[in-house]
Each structure stands twice: as structure tokens, then as C-alpha cells.
């Protein structure tokens, strides 16, 4: 039997690299090679591979409670953790549904969102308004609220329709304005689709500050701030997808808090357990709980997979907010922007960049390619370029991102930024004479 890997060509990209164990920033081969992995093994490991608490805490855990149907029984694990995300999350957020990973987390809250409606007699507003570039994952419902793209290009037929508005992805500004001149104007597509249809839409999805799979595409948070005034106006929900964001990503714990707004429902997963084990969860508001407390059993949310709630994944995410509270996380992450911020300035002027971003522990070099997008050749070139030099980036397509973990030392940190330097100059010599295209 031969493995099929994820967002890998069969042929057209190399075998993949085997790994033996990992400790901090580090990946090592059985051959005894050490790789840094500046992208925390797309975007889970939060505080560092092989954290001796977390592991710790799932070893324990494993001796006493490996799994239990989660319909009709609970346990400890799940109780401790849905409380600790209590006291760290947006204080409307009161009810937790757990499930797999990013994309069942998104699954629930389309199906939360839609059925919230029809509790309440309203079936009609059924239709979801999602932005352009956004990305929230890869079962059927979040390929439909993603943007279409290479991704979903083979599966559009079963996808369902959905509104699309513009993203404040204000390097390609979707109004025309430049960043001297911009009053958030691209906000008027959402809000003309909501005059129009609100009265069918259930919800507002987003990827709060930071479109990730998108291009790690920064947005005011003057626009977030604006989605939530609209869909309050609207009364339609908001759904923010904090898969990626949440946890401290963006610099504070959630993205929402820096924009100082509350959704109605939002995902979480990746870091949720420091990126030990996959685990997802919806939260959402009272007002979305409590339309499902009618007395009537056509009111279940008919949602559920085998693994809900696992314990090994609850102790995980235990121990990783315990290591929020007890540990200096936040000044770790300040660490991780300082460089950012002082390493991106280097780059700016770059004649192979087309623009730079930054946001918390996420930086973006965006890089002038005649064929931008996540198809560009750049990407597969790069990949083997920072690889050689013993770093694990991924660039979507032409924009290489650092998203490490947050056990990085600033030494290291520089060290990736080197690299990435270094392959600009080799972008830069074989692109004299030929043009080169934003
Ligand atoms: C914002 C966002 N939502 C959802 C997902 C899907 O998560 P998963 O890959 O765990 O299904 C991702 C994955 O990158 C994401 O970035």
C-alpha cells in the first residue's frame, strides 16, 4: 500500500521527507538531519514540538481515559477545557460544540447557523455571505464558503452557492483605492449584499484580520469592526473563524479581541491543543444555544462524529491553556513580532517583493511573479531552495510566510529571514532582463 499525501502532486513533487522526532522549532530525520519547521507543521504547533507538558498531560490521560461516546456521557477533560476557554474567550461566547479539526469545527457553525433560523421559524434564511480569498477548509460545506479556486475548482458542481463579498486585501485594493487613500470602502460589498439578501442570509463568515490560505492577506481591523456593526444592523449572524488566528496567533489571544468585537459563533482547532492532536470546537452566543432548548426533539442538533469530544485531545487542550496562564507566552510572542517587524523592513524595498505584512506571529513576503497565485512556479522552486538549507517553509504560491512556533529564539527567527533573503537574490539574478510582473 503506497500513502497518498495531502495537497501533494503524485509526480510532480518530491517524496516526502521522513521524520523521526521533533523538540521545539526542530524536526529531525532518522538520518539525523535537523530541519526548522518556520511554519509550525501548517500553522498547529503553538508553543513547540514535543511541549514536555502537553505530552505529559496526554500520557496521564491515556492511562485513565482513552474514549467515550460523547452523545449522552461527558467528562472531566471536556468540562476542565470547555471552562478554561470560557475565561479566556469573548465572555458572550457560552456554549462549546467539539468535533475534528478546522473544517468539521466550520461545518458545525454553517449547520448551527442555519438551524438557529429555522428554530426560530425562519428556514428561509438559509443563505451564508463568505469573502473573497477566504479559505475554511476542505469538507464539502467549508469548500463552498472558501473562495473558488484551484482548490475547489474539481468539486464546484456539489458546492453550494454562496454570497461572495469583497476582502479589504488592500495590496490589491478591491475598490482602486491605495492605502493613503483608503476608508475602508470595500466594506460597501458586503453591506449592498446584506441590503439586498439579509433577509435569506443566516450568517457572515470571516476569517477575522488574517485570510490565511489566501495569500496571509491582513486586514484593517477597522473592517472587522465594520462586519460586526453590519450584520448587527442586518441580524445575521457572525461567524469567525478562528482556526488559525485564535490562540495568540495575531498577538492576542483571539483576533476578535484586538478588532474588541464578538461574534456570534466561532471555530476553533489547530492550536486549541498546541498542535498535539486534531480537535475542533464551535462556540457560540446563549441567544444561538437557546433556540435549540425548545421542547421539541425536531430542535436536536443532528451533529456528531465518532471521536467528539476526545479525551486525549481535551487534556491536550487543558494543558495548553494551562501553559498560557502559567508560562510567559505572550512575551515569547512580542519576541516573535519585534523580528518580524525589524526583519520585514529589510525586504520591503526588495526588487523581487511586491509587498510585505505582518500581523502578531504571522509575516508575509509577497513576491512579484509573472504567474502569481497559489499555482505560481515560484513555489515548488522555493520549497527546494529553503529545504536545502535545512528550513520548512511553504509559500502559498508566490507569498512566503513565517508563522513558527512560539518556542522560535529570536537567533532562529533571523536565521529563516536569511534564508528567505538569500533565495531573493537567487529569484532576483535569474529575473535580470526578464520582466517581472505584480
Ligand atoms: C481559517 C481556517 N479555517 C479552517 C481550516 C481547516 O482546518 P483543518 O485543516 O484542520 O480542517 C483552516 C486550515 O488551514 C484554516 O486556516
Known amino acids: 500500500m503506497r500513502i497518498w499525501h495531502p495537497y501533494t502532486h503524485p509526480t510532480l513533487d518530491p517524496a516526502p521527507v521522513s521524520i523521526e522526532r521533533a523538540e521545539g522549532v526542530w524536526l529531525y530525520t532518522p538520518e539525523g538531519r535537523r530541519l526548522m519547521d518556520a511554519i509550525s507543521s501548517w500553522w498547529v504547533t503553538l508553543h513547540g514540538h514535543a511541549q514536555p507538558r502537553i505530552a505529559a498531560a496526554i500520557a496521564e490521560q491515556a492511562k485513565k481515559l482513552e474514549q467515550v461516546i460523547y452523545a449522552g456521557f461527558t467528562h472531566d477533560k471536556a468540562e476542565e477545557l470547555a471552562a478554561r476557554l470560557h475565561d479566556v474567550l469573548p465572555h458572550g461566547l457560552t456554549h462549546l460544540f467539539f468535533s475534528d479539526d478546522g473544517s468539521t469545527a466550520v461545518e458545525v457553525a454553517l449547520k448551527m447557523a442555519a438551524q438557529f433560523w429555522r428554530n426560530q421559524g425562519q428556514p428561509e434564511k438559509a443563505r451564508l ?38 476582502s479589504a486585501y488592500c495590496f490589491r485594493c478591491p475598490v482602486g483605492k491605495s492605502r493613503a487613500t483608503c476608508s475602508i470602502d470595500c466594506i460597501e460589498g458586503l453591506e449592498q449584499l446584506l441590503g439586498r ?32 456593526e453590519l450584520t448587527r444592523a442586518y441580524n445575521v449572524l457572525l461567524i469567525a473563524d478562528e482556526v488559525l488566528t485564535g490562540f495568540g496567533r495575531c498577538g492576542r489571544m483571539f483576533a476578535c479581541e484586538i478588532a474588541g468585537i464578538e461574534p456570534d459563533i466561532m471555530c476553533l482547532s489547530k492550536g486549541l491543543t498546541g498542535g498535539f492532536l486534531p480537535l475542533g470546537a464551535t462556540v457560540c452566543t446563549d441567544r444561538v444555544y437557546e433556540s435549540f432548548c425548545v421542547p ?12 467528539t469530544g476526545n479525551p486525549l485531545a481535551c487534556a491536550a487542550g487543558v494543558a495548553n ?34 509587498e510585505t505584512r505582518m500581523i502578531g506571529t504571522v509575516a508575509a513576503i509577497e513576491l512579484r511573479a509573472e504567474d502569481p497565485g497559489y499555482l505560481s512556479e515560484l513555489k515548488p522552486k522555493l520549497c527546494s531552495f529553503f529545504l536545502e538549507r535545512n528550513v520548512l517553509l511553504r509559500p502559498l504560491g508566490n507569498v512566503v510566510y513565517i508563522l513558527p512556533p512560539y518556542a522560535i529564539t529570536p537567533e532562529e527567527l533571523r536565521y529563516v529571514y536569511d534564508v528567505i533573503g538569500e533565495s531573493l537574490e537567487s529569484i532576483s539574478s535569474k529575473n535580470e532582463g526578464s520582466s517581472v510582473v505584480v
Do not use: N
Open 129 to 166: 455571505i463568505a469573502l473573497e480569498h477566504a479559505y475554511h477548509g476542505d469538507t464539502a460545506g467549508a469548500m463552498s464558503v472558501s473562495a473558488a479556486s484551484s482548490f475547489t475548482a474539481a468539486f464546484s458542481d456539489f458546492l453550494f452557492p454562496v454570497l461572495r463579498a469583497p
Open 197 to 228: 439578501h439579509a433577509a435569506k442570509v443566516a450568517a457572515v463568515i470571516v476569517e477575522p484580520l488574517l485570510q490565511g490560505a489566501g495569500g496571509m492577506i491582513v486586514h484593517p481591523v477597522e473592517f472587522l469592526r465594520r462586519i460586526r
Open 296 to 307: 421539541d426533539r425536531r430542535h436536536t442538533f443532528f451533529h456528531g462524529h465518532s471521536y
Open 321 to 354: 491553556l494551562e501553559i498560557f496562564r502559567t508560562e510567559p507566552v505572550f512575551e515569547r510572542i512580542r519576541a516573535i513580532e519585534r523580528v518580524h517587524r525589524e526583519q520585514l523592513a529589510r525586504f520591503q524595498c526588495h526588487p523581487a517583493v511586491a
